[in-house]
């Protein structure tokens, strides 16, 4: 069944990922996978024209929000997604199933559910590639079992029980069933029959098994005909295939090719973990680098203003390959001598604020291609720049892609790091992994 000219424009699948950088991720496996994928930032207004997509990805700030206001983010969400043309839908979480037991994961997947009209959908946080997988419905991240990972210790959402049936029957009024690895190991003719007949005998859900990528494409191939499927991005993998074997995919030469934007370079850290400071060790020897020094100048317009000024002066260097590298990025112990000075929260909106300033006043003064490292960070940055919607290009490093920004303003490249991705020598890889111009016709 081949889809009409003005069908072809229109997105397949619709995606609400519960915060930005899983909306990322899930956005580039979607491009390894062969779908043009667009990431959005917030439920698009009404009105709003979409950028031509097979896939579309809204990111949400959801995850931690209470129910109440997760559900009505999401219910928009998938109200302009189907809006905009989407047949399937994806609700992308964490792969360690982030959440408690007022929610979010249930709350927001009833609600989904209910406004599509579909009583059934699987979950799956599986995700081998990184480490996370699933047997008898407990969720391992490594070879330990979920609430010996590290994560029964999360700040927000501490994850103390390693059954998912168990932790997303508390999330929902539904009841929740359990397809097993010794079916899913069976492919997904065995699968798309376990589902079924969870559906029938009247679950809502169902936790499925899984710990090698064969399994993943084998639940993707088993959901084709599923309304809405929710998980990790991992799950995502077995998607584009289905709608490739159902004529309304085609094989895309390029889902990655991104249109290039000519402009000056920069890089921005705002990120304190380890990887983002090694990142940093590493470039300094070869680019022009301003360490912030917050605990000196505690104050967003000062600290912007200077970095903008040595800017103007450095900012040469990116025409010959050497863009500027201006880093808040510290060791634990100065971190803590800023927070004891001005309190955590406090802390860190003084150099988001800055750092979002000095963003602002790179593009204004011709930087085009922009490395930023840190998730909050990224979202001050991009916030700041009124970005609307990122198109996905190829990965620099594993779940950091290069992307086209558009929104107020011209259009820039973006990469936005999430703080611990990233190899060693990320910030210098990135400018050679730009987006090629396009050749000049003759
Ligand atoms: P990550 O992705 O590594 O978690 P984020 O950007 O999400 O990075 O978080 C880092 C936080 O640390 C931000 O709020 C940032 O403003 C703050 N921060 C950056 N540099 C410093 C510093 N020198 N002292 C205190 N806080 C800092």
């Known amino acids: ?164 049936v168990r932790v997303l029957a508390r999330q929902t009024r539904g009841e929740v069933g359990l397809v097993p690895y010794a079916v899913v190991d069976q ?84 990120s304190c973990s380890p990887a983002t400071l090694g990142q940093i060790t590493r470039a300094r020897d070869v680019l022009p680098t301003l360490d912030l020094d917050p605990l000196a100048t505690p104050d967003a317009t000062a600290l912007a203003a200077a970095a903008l000024a040595w800017s103007r002066e450095h900012l040469g260097a990116s025409a010959e390959g050497r863009p500027p590298l201006i880093a808040a990025s510290a060791p634990p112990e100065r971190v803590a001598a800023l927070q004891a000075r001005l309190g955590r929260a406090q802390a860190g909106a003084v150099i988001e604020t800055a750092l979002a300033t000095i963003a602002a006043g790179l593009r204004d003064l011709g930087v085009r291609r922009l490395v930023v490292a840190g998730g909050e960070t990224s979202g001050a940055v991009v916030s700041r720049l009124g970005v609307r919607s990122l198109r996905i290009g190829a990965p620099i490093d594993p779940g950091v892609p290069w992307t086209r920004a558009e929104g107020d303003g011209p259009p820039l490249l973006l990469a936005l790091k999430s703080g611990n991705f990233g190899a060693p020598d990320f910030f210098l890889k990135a400018f050679e992994r730009l987006p090629a111009a396009k050749a000049s016709r003759p």
């Open 1 to 164: 069944m081949r889809r009409s000219r003005l069908e072809e424009t229109m997105p397949l699948l619709g995606c609400i990922a519960d915060d930005f950088t899983g909306a990322t991720d899930l956005a580039s496996m979607l491009v390894e996978h062969g779908m043009r994928t667009v990431q959005l930032i917030g439920v698009p207004a009404p009105g709003q024209p979409l950028p031509e997509a097979d896939a579309l990805v809204i990111a949400l700030k959801s995850r931690t929000a209470p129910a109440g206001e997760a559900v009505a983010q999401s219910r928009a969400a998938l109200a302009a997604l189907r809006a905009a043309g989407c047949r399937q839908f994806f609700f992308k979480y964490c792969s360690t199933f982030d959440s408690t037991d007022a929610g979010n994961i249930g709350p927001v997947a009833d609600a989904l559910l209910a406004d599509l009209g579909a009583g059934f959908a699987l979950a799956c946080p599986a995700f081998p590639a990184n480490a996370r997988s699933v047997y008898q419905g407990h969720l391992f991240v490594g070879s330990r079992l979920l609430n010996e990972s590290g994560m029964e210790n999360h700040p927000l959402t501490p994850m103390r029980d390693p059954d998912l």
């Open 187 to 270: 492919g997904a003719e065995a699968i798309r029959a376990a589902l079924a007949a969870c559906a029938r005998e009247g679950k809502r859900y169902a936790i499925i098994d899984a710990v090698n990528e064969r399994h993943l494409h084998a639940i993707g191939a088993a959901a084709a005909e599923h309304a809405l499927i929710t998980g990790g991005s991992g799950v995502a993998m077995g998607l584009p295939a289905n709608f490739r074997r159902q004529g309304l995919l085609p094989e895309r030469a390029d889902p990655a090719a991104l249109d290039d934007v000519p402009g000056l370079s920069a890089i921005l850290a705002g």
